[in-house]
């Protein structure tokens, strides 16, 4: 009975991860990536509704700072 009133045994926490910073060299070959992949895709740039090619196109699909 004295088993029912003990605090339950907790596991060890997990230890802290560190965070990627935006100059990781892994988190911009993952952005290359993303942005290759973008390239690759068929279609007109306005139906693609994600914030991916955005640093390199315009609304117009055309590149941006060329």
Known sequence: MSG????PKLPPPPKP????TEM????????QR??????????RMST?????TQETTGSSGQK???
Not at 48 to 52: C, H, P
Request: charged residues 25%.
């Open 4 to 7: 029912l009133f003990k605090s």
């Open 17 to 20: 991860v560190r965070m990627p």
């Open 24 to 31: 990781d060299p892994e988190i911009q070959a993952a952005a």
């Open 34 to 43: 993303a942005r290759a992949g973008a390239m690759r895709r068929s279609g």
């Open 48 to 52: 693609i509704m994600t914030d991916a």
């Open 64 to 66: 941006l700072g060329a």
